[in-house]
């Protein structure tokens, strides 16, 4: 199947050579960095708070709680215990589905394994009967996995949308990426991925889903100032040489707070599965470390435990 979709860049996209390399030639002549397959991850009990009450909670990896416009929205939601049945879980999910609080909305960025989960999204839609948004392309996994087309709505880049009408005044919009997307060996780039601006009450949180670090940072803070809240991906960023398109080292995230001009962030992606070669709890001492290299200002930069909640 041709690509159907790309970054920004069209030059920066997935390099079949640079995988077998990492993921064979490095490992048979040792080449690759050696740690540890687990690490402690603070997991504390989850207090959702009240739904009128702004807020987020995260759950581990890319999947949050929000509360906004006085709804709840869940972000790329995974409870595996294992990923694609041999990548472990390194902390226990600290709520499962069935025992959250109501969930209006779910978001989901793109449709690698460890954003986009077959049984983690039936367990949801069995319990919450929520709507969707997702990036192009994306609606036809959760369509063949029992959803009803006509509470998806599927967006593109900048897309925008009220998905909760007479409910919330919320709005979500889809903004860009640096990514890619596959499940299968010939559906590469068949489906878009992306990150989201969620706007109610006066309030507004970005989701930024999975990136390398790119220009389009900037272009989204300028689209959306003032924005209360970024949750940014700060891990699976070793070897650098392979996963720089794809995703962002600590140091890199920081930068991408600032150009998108956030008041707070929180440190999502990191912890929860070992997806590459740093330790697991690598990257937030890297993000602490490059805060006060860069005299940040205390409390902008949050670093929680699973399970751990902001308010706005």
């Known amino acids: 199947m041709p690509e159907r979709f790309s970054n ?45 009450e702004p807020s987020a909670l995260w759950l581990g990896h890319a999947t949050a709680l929000l509360s906004i416009g006085g709804v709840r929205v869940l972000t790329d939601p995974v409870f595996a215990p294992r990923l694609g049945g041999f990548i472990r879980r390194n902390v226990a999910v600290p709520i499962e589905p069935e025992a959250l609080p109501p969930v209006a909305l779910v978001l989901i960025s793109h449709n690698h394994r460890d954003h986009l989960d077959r049984d983690s999204v039936r367990r949801v839609e069995a319990h919450h009967r929520p709507r969707y948004v997702v990036p192009l392309g994306v609606d036809a996994y959760l ?68 990136s390398g670090y790119f220009d389009g940072f900037g272009e989204i803070g300028r689209r959306f100032p003032k924005l209360d809240l970024a949750l940014i991906p700060i891990g699976a960023y070793d070897p650098e040489w392979f996963m720089a398109p794809q995703h962002m080292n600590p140091e890199e995230a ?26 697991l709890d690598e990257p937030p001492a890297r993000l602490l470390d490059w805060e006060r290299a860069e005299r940040i200002e205390a409390g902008r930069l949050l670093i929680l435990p699973v399970g751990g909640r902001l308010g706005l």
């Open 8 to 52: 920004t860049d069209p030059a920066v996209r997935p390099r079949f050579d640079r995988f077998v390399r990492w993921s064979v030639v490095d490992r048979i002549t040792g080449r690759r960095r050696k740690s540890p397959g687990s690490a402690p991850v603070e997991v504390v009990e989850v207090a959702p708070g009240p739904v009128d």
């Open 143 to 210: 369509k063949a996995w029992g959803v009803p087309a006509d509470r998806i709505d599927a967006l593109s880049w900048w897309g925008e949308i009220a998905p909760l009408p007479g409910a919330s005044d919320l709005r979500v919009a889809c903004v860009p990426a640096q990514h890619w997307s596959q499940r299968t060996p010939f559906d590469r780039n068949a489906s878009l991925w992306g990150g989201f601006v969620l706007r109610a009450e006066g309030r507004s949180i970005y989701f930024a889903g999975d």
């Open 254 to 279: 920081g930068r991408a707070f600032l150009a998108v001009g956030a008041a707070r962030m929180i440190s999502i992606h990191w912890g929860t599965y070992k997806l590459t070669d740093e330790p």
